[in-house]
């Protein structure tokens, strides 16, 4: 018990390792002991540990085992756990008929159980994947109705994820005076929790959000500052994700050779790490190559493209922080 707390504290952190290291101690304790109902936690702390970090393959591969596990033990709240871990997992894959079906047949036990908290969950992933199929009216619906869950219960995590999908249903309205509403609650209650990845998530919407309205300056400060955080975390996807924000500013300030050698470093750390991007996330990362490549002859860009591949990430983001690092 002592080490699945201990696990669950350092993924709240971010610090994924001595999470990691805590959930298989705590695994092969119950294992031993015969406590079925901890070793499916013990694996659903697992699952979300690789779903962080990207390895969607053996996310799923825990995911499923903590499902047949806690339904073969009848446990419906524990089960109703799994699902919404396999819904999101299947969001990331872009299942979007998977992720639905998962995530409704949560709903369905957390509402058969009282728990608004759970229920509150799956509304607002159901609200993520209305988004990312353009659906704006049922996304903001979905999210609109889960915040107001949230804020009635006081759980802070989930709330701070409902104004970032609401925020991001106000970009494409463009209506950035609520989107920013959003995002600013957003990140005072995540730097009141203290959890790293949020803060940094946050910022780097809000960085995003600058960007859009040509404020350079603020698209970097808030930019760099997720960047930072994610690296000391050791969170692949949010440092990659950091330095695409980084490397879009730098197109939009005519900095083409240092938006390529940003995107190669996001690009060569997506690979090894297996991070795939969202359906959201495609086109973006389509445009934002496709207006590089305008800007730079053929040659030019090959060349640089293999170079920058070559450059060790650290490096990447060492030129990005210094004071000077956002220059050709």
């Given at each position: 018990?002592?080490?699945?707390?201990l696990?669950?504290g350092f993924r709240?952190?971010?610090?994924y390792a001595?999470a990691?290291?805590?959930?298989?101690?705590?695994?092969?304790?119950?294992?031993?002991t015969?406590?079925?109902?901890?070793?499916?936690?013990?694996?659903e702390g697992?699952?979300?540990i690789?779903?962080v970090?990207g390895?969607l393959?053996?996310?799923?591969?825990?995911a499923e085992?903590s499902?047949e596990?806690?339904?073969?033990?009848?446990?419906?709240?524990?089960?109703?756990?799994?699902?919404?871990?396999?819904g999101v997992?299947?969001y990331?894959?872009?299942d979007a008929h998977?992720a639905?079906a998962h995530l409704?047949e949560?709903?369905?036990?957390?509402?058969?159980?009282?728990?608004?908290?759970?229920?509150?969950?799956?509304?607002?992933?159901?609200?993520?994947?209305a988004l990312d199929?353009g659906?704006?009216?049922?996304?903001?619906?979905l999210?609109?109705e889960?915040?107001?869950?949230?804020?009635?219960?006081?759980?802070?995590?989930g709330?701070?994820?409902?104004?970032r999908g609401?925020?991001?249903?106000y970009?494409?309205?463009?209506?950035?005076?609520?989107?920013?509403?959003?995002?600013?609650e957003?990140?005072?209650?995540s730097r009141?929790?203290?959890v790293?990845?949020?803060?940094?998530?946050?910022?780097?919407d809000?960085?995003?959000c600058?960007?859009?309205?040509g404020d350079?300056?603020?698209c970097?400060?808030y930019?760099?500052?997720s960047?930072?955080?994610?690296r000391?975390?050791?969170?692949r996807?949010?440092?990659?994700?950091?330095l695409?924000?980084l490397a879009?500013?730098a197109?939009e300030?005519?900095?083409?050779e240092?938006a390529?050698r940003?995107?190669?470093g996001?690009?060569?750390?997506?690979?090894?790490a297996?991070l795939r991007?969202?359906p959201?996330?495609?086109p973006?990362?389509?445009r934002r190559?496709?207006k590089?490549?305008?800007?730079?002859?053929?040659t030019?860009?090959?060349r640089l493209?293999?170079?920058?591949?070559?450059l060790?990430?650290?490096?990447i983001?060492?030129?990005?922080l210094?004071?000077?690092g956002?220059?050709?």
């Amino acid at each position: 018990m002592v080490l699945r707390r201990l696990g669950q504290g350092f993924r709240t952190q971010g610090q994924y390792a001595m999470a990691a290291a805590c959930y298989r101690q705590s695994q092969e304790l119950f294992r031993k002991t015969g406590d079925q109902h901890g070793v499916a936690q013990a694996l659903e702390g697992l699952a979300l540990i690789a779903l962080v970090q990207g390895d969607l393959d053996r996310a799923q591969s825990l995911a499923e085992e903590s499902l047949e596990l806690r339904r073969s033990l009848q446990d419906r709240l524990g089960t109703s756990f799994s699902l919404i871990n396999l819904g999101v997992i299947a969001y990331e894959r872009r299942d979007a008929h998977r992720a639905r079906a998962h995530l409704q047949e949560c709903l369905d036990i957390r509402c058969a159980l009282g728990d608004q908290v759970g229920v509150a969950a799956a509304i607002n992933i159901l609200g993520d994947t209305a988004l990312d199929q353009g659906d704006l009216q049922e996304a903001q619906r979905l999210f609109a109705e889960s915040l107001a869950q949230r804020r009635i219960s006081g759980e802070k995590y989930g709330l701070i994820e409902d104004l970032r999908g609401l925020s991001q249903v106000y970009l494409q309205l463009e209506d950035f005076a609520q989107a920013f509403a959003c995002l600013e609650e957003a990140l005072v209650h995540s730097r009141e929790l203290g959890v790293p990845r949020l803060i940094a998530a946050t910022l780097r919407d809000l960085a995003s959000c600058y960007l859009k309205l040509g404020d350079q300056q603020r698209c970097l400060e808030y930019a760099r500052e997720s960047l930072n955080l994610s690296r000391q975390q050791d969170d692949r996807i949010g440092v990659a994700e950091s330095l695409e924000v980084l490397a879009d500013a730098a197109v939009e300030a005519g900095q083409f050779e240092f938006a390529l050698r940003l995107v190669a470093g996001a690009a060569g750390l997506r690979g090894a790490a297996g991070l795939r991007r969202t359906p959201r996330q495609e086109p973006e990362a389509a445009r934002r190559l496709a207006k590089i490549h305008t800007h730079l002859e053929k040659t030019l860009f090959d060349r640089l493209w293999d170079e920058f591949c070559r450059l060790p990430l650290d490096q990447i983001i060492e030129d990005v922080l210094e004071p000077q690092g956002h220059q050709s």
